[in-house]
C-alpha cells in the first residue's frame, strides 16, 4: 500500500517501503540501537538474495491518512530498554511525520534481543 495526499499542485503518492526506508534510517541513528532485525526467519532468508536491507526490520501499515510502523530491533547491553524504546519511538514519529507530512498513530517497538 502506500499513503495518498493531494494539494493545490496535485496528487503525491509515499510508498510503504520509502516509509520504511526513514523510519528505519532514524531507527539506526538512534542511541542504544545495535540494529534492526526481521520479524520472521522468512524474511532473513529473502534478505540473503536481496541486496539492499534498507527497510528492514520495520512494518509500514496505512489506514487513510494514519500510518503505524512496528519497529523490530536489537538493543545494547546495559542501556536502559524503556528510555532507549522511549526515545526511538519519538525520533521515529517525527522524522516520517517530516518526511510525509501525515501524521503517525502509533510506533511500535519490538525487542528482539540485546547484545555487547
Same mark, same amino acid.
Request: with cysteine; hydrophobic share 40%.
Given at each position: *500500500?502506500? @499513503?495518498?495526499? %493531494?494539494? =493545490?499542485? &496535485? #496528487?503525491?503518492?509515499?510508498?510503504?517501503? =520509502?516509509?520504511? #526506508? $526513514? =523510519?528505519?534510517? !532514524? =531507527?539506526?541513528?538512534?542511541?542504544?540501537? @545495535?540494529?534492526?532485525? %526481521?520479524?520472521?526467519?522468512?524474511? %532473513?532468508? /529473502?534478505?540473503?538474495?536481496?541486496?539492499? %536491507?534498507?527497510?528492514?526490520?520495520?512494518?509500514?501499515?496505512?489506514?487513510?491518512?494514519?500510518?503505524?510502523?512496528? @519497529?523490530?530491533?536489537?538493543?545494547? +547491553?546495559?542501556?536502559?530498554?524503556? !528510555?532507549? !524504546?522511549? /526515545?526511538?519511538?519519538? /525520533? $521515529?514519529?517525527?522524522?516520517?511525520?517530516? +518526511?510525509? &507530512? *501525515?501524521? $503517525?498513530?502509533?510506533?511500535?517497538?519490538? @525487542?528482539? &534481543?540485546?547484545?555487547?
Amino acid at each position: *500500500m502506500s @499513503v495518498n495526499t %493531494s494539494n =493545490a499542485y &496535485g #496528487k503525491i503518492t509515499i510508498s510503504d517501503l =520509502a516509509i520504511a #526506508k $526513514v =523510519a528505519s534510517l !532514524a =531507527a539506526m541513528e538512534c542511541y542504544g540501537i @545495535v540494529e534492526t532485525v %526481521s520479524r520472521r526467519f522468512t524474511d %532473513s532468508l /529473502s534478505e540473503l538474495f536481496n541486496k539492499s %536491507s534498507e527497510g528492514r526490520g520495520v512494518k509500514v501499515t496505512t489506514g487513510g491518512d494514519r500510518i503505524y510502523i512496528d @519497529v523490530y530491533v536489537i538493543i545494547k +547491553f546495559g542501556v536502559s530498554i524503556n !528510555a532507549v !524504546a522511549e /526515545s526511538l519511538k519519538e /525520533s $521515529v514519529k517525527y522524522r516520517v511525520e517530516k +518526511f510525509t &507530512g *501525515m501524521i $503517525v498513530d502509533t510506533v511500535n517497538v519490538n @525487542v528482539i &534481543g540485546v547484545k555487547l
